[in-house]
C-alpha cells in the first residue's frame, strides 16, 4: 500500500490503532491528509464509528465529496474489508 501510494506522487503517514479519538483527531488535523484509508475495526476498536464521532458530516458525505469543516483537506475516507473472496 505504501508503494503505491508513493509511486501515486503521495505520502504514507501512519497512525497508531492505541490512538485515542483525541489523538486521532489531532493527526487528521494537522496532517492535512486528503485521503485517509483505514482498517474499519481492530480487535474491538471501531475505528469508522470514531471518525463518524470526531466528524458526523463524514457520515453523510457522498463518495468523493465530504464537506467537513474540521478535516478540509480530507476529500476520502476508504475502509479496507478484511473478508476474504472464496473461491
Known amino acids: 500500500l505504501a508503494l503505491g501510494i508513493a509511486l501515486a506522487g503521495g505520502v ?3 497512525f497508531s490503532t492505541f490512538s ?6 489531532h493527526m487528521i488535523a494537522t496532517s492535512a491528509c486528503s485521503v485517509l484509508i483505514v482498517e474499519p475495526q481492530v480487535l474491538t476498536k471501531d475505528f469508522v464509528a470514531t471518525i463518524h464521532g470526531l466528524c458526523p458530516d463524514i457520515a453523510g458525505g457522498s463518495p468523493g465529496a465530504i464537506a467537513s469543516r474540521r478535516y478540509p483537506y480530507l476529500a476520502h475516507l476508504v475502509a479496507l474489508d478484511s473478508t476474504v473472496a472464496q473461491g
Open 20 to 25: 485515542t479519538a483525541a489523538e486521532l483527531d
Open 12 to 14: 504514507a503517514a501512519a
